[in-house]
């Protein structure tokens, strides 16, 4: 079976991943924390001319407050800007999981949120 060209994975990846959309965080890693809003990622680089074709965020970034107790956050996933369509799978969040407790935030530094078409 043939697969896609690089040229088409950078620019189908372009389109796909687009300023504005929003990262979820997830306490199970197979559904949406209702404790941690969604954070909005500004802007994200050109996706690389590489086999997988990459895509990271530009700047840094950080969560909204936590408002529970006590959580911990175990993966994060992409999704469109009105945080209604999901488009990458949940992936564990580097370094393991994460406590939070009420006003923590998940901080992200430039080109840590690196999303990729295989």
């Not at 079976?1 to 197979?30: C, H, K, P, Q, W």
């Not at 530009?58 to 959580?71: E, F, L, M, N, W």
Request: aromatic fraction near 6%.
């Amino acid at each position: 079976m043939a697969g896609f060209t690089t040229a088409f994975s950078r620019t189908t990846l372009d389109a796909a991943i687009v300023d504005g959309d929003v990262i979820r965080y997830s306490e199970n890693g197979s559904s949406a924390s209702t404790h941690v809003a969604a954070t909005s990622i500004a802007a994200w680089t050109a996706a690389t001319n590489a086999d997988p074709a990459h895509r990271v965020n530009t700047g840094a970034v950080d969560s909204a407050d936590c408002d529970a107790d006590t959580i911990t956050i175990s993966h994060f996933s992409v999704w469109d800007s009105t945080s209604t369509t999901q488009k990458t799978d949940w992936v564990a969040l580097g370094g393991g999981s994460r406590v939070l407790m009420t006003g923590d935030k998940i901080s992200w530094a430039a080109s840590a949120i690196d999303v990729t078409m295989t």
